[in-house]
Nanobody
C-alpha cells in the first residue's frame, strides 16, 4: 500500500501565495503521473495540474500562469506553488498518483491513490 500525505494548506489573503506538498510513502513502488485536484464548496472535484514522471505538465485554464506543479522523484514528492491566489481558489486540494507496486522483478500492479486533502482558503 502507498500513502499520500499532503501539507501546506492554510488561510491566505487574495494575491498571496501558498506551496502545497504531497509525499508518497510505502515500499517497492514507483510513481507515474502525479497531480493535484481540488473541490470547492458545492462543486465537483476538478483537475488543477498534473505532471508525468518525465516532467511534462498540464494545467487547468483557471490556474495557468499562477500555479506551478513540480516533483522530486528521489523524494517521491509533488509540489504545487500557488501564486496570485484568488477567493475562487478556495477549496480542499487533493494529491493524486498513479503508482506501480512491484511484487517481483517481473510483476507489478497499477493503482491510483488519493491523499486526505488539505484546505486552502483565500480571503478577499
Amino acid at each position: 500500500q502507498v500513502q499520500l500525505v499532503e501539507s501546506g494548506g492554510g488561510l491566505v489573503q487574495a494575491g498571496g501565495s501558498l506551496r502545497l506538498s504531497c509525499a508518497a510513502s510505502g515500499s517497492d513502488f514507483s510513481i507515474n503521473a502525479m497531480g493535484w485536484y481540488r473541490q470547492g464548496p458545492g462543486k465537483q472535484r476538478e483537475l488543477v495540474a498534473i505532471i508525468t514522471s518525465g516532467g511534462s505538465t498540464n494545467y487547468a485554464d483557471s490556474v495557468k500562469g499562477r500555479f506551478t506543479i513540480s516533483r522530486d522523484n528521489a523524494k517521491n514528492t509533488v509540489y504545487l506553488q500557488m501564486n496570485s491566489l484568488k477567493p475562487e481558489d478556495t477549496a480542499v486540494y487533493y494529491c493524486n498518483a498513479d503508482v506501480r507496486t512491484y511484487y517481483s522483478s517481473s510483476y507489478y500492479e497499477v493503482g491510483n491513490y488519493w491523499g486526505q486533502g488539505t484546505q486552502v482558503t483565500v480571503s478577499s
